[in-house]
């Protein structure tokens, strides 16, 4: 999480949205500061921020859960970082979520399909559900440059420069090469529609008739509600940091 007190801002940082770069490029060139933690939730900012900076611009970010999907399949396949081979981490709760995910590392590693991976998940959903309405504004991965823009904008900060990009994870082909049977399109409308129309995200037009079911929105409403129990009271794991 990044704070400005010059300029006013929060950015809240939504893990793989490109919020290592806006990150950096805030620190660097725009008067901000990292607080509390990378990916610390909004709720937690509230906690902790003074009454002034309660009324600071709030800005976050978002990503197409279609590609979004396919980044972790091949974080996965790839081992991005070593990131699941690495030590666990001393906090219990973040080695639980961590040992969740070398589950299907392991699965995956072993031949999983993308499309056997997407039928093993449960509906999608991610923590920017959490707190984005809540928002000033937030920026879309795939107008990421411009949106940046726009906030500075808003901001009445003058831009420096065009927003540097980093930390990319490396990719052979389009995600949408990932859906070209019609099952693996019927899991994402089926796993992801929900959070899409959340989130203001359309399946490609060539997909046809792309609405989740009753039956999907629902799932997607019940494990939002318990997802948000772990997101505020499991995850958060924020111990003495100051603004």
Avoid at 102 to 109: A, E, G, I, Q, Y
Avoid at 147 to 175: A, G, M, W
Avoid at 217 to 242: E, P
Wanted: with cysteine; proline share 3%; aromatic share 14%.
């Amino acid at each position: 999480m990044i704070i400005s007190d010059k300029y006013k801002y929060v950015f809240i940082q939504t893990p793989m949205t490109g919020c290592s770069a806006v990150a950096k490029e805030l620190v660097e060139k725009y008067a901000g500061r990292a607080i509390l933690s990378k990916h610390a939730i909004y709720s937690t900012f509230i906690a902790n921020a003074t009454a002034e900076q309660r009324k600071y611009f709030v800005f976050s970010g978002v990503r197409n859960p279609l590609d979004k999907m396919v980044s972790n399949y091949q974080k996965m396949l790839n081992n991005h970082n070593d990131r699941f081979t690495r030590k666990l981490n001393s906090d219990p709760r973040k080695a639980i979520f961590q040992l969740r995910d070398r589950l299907k590392f392991r699965n995956v590693r072993r031949g999983w399909t993308y499309e056997r991976f997407l039928k093993n998940i449960k509906v999608y959903d991610e923590v920017s559900s959490l707190d984005h309405h809540k928002m000033d504004y937030v920026m879309k991965f795939e107008t990421l440059e411009s949106d940046f823009e726009k906030v500075l904008t808003q901001l009445s900060i003058p831009l420096v420069r065009k927003l540097p990009r980093f930390n990319s994870t490396q990719k052979k082909k389009h995600y949408l090469k990932f859906y070209e049977s019609d099952k693996t399109r019927e899991l994402a409308v089926k796993k992801m529609g929900p959070f899409m129309e959340y989130s203001e995200y359309s399946f490609p037009k060539d997909w046809g008739d792309s609405n989740p079911s009753y039956w999907d929105r629902f799932q997607f409403k019940l494990w939002h509600t318990l997802r948000i129990l772990s997101w505020k009271y499991v995850r958060r794991g924020i111990r003495g940091h100051k603004l």
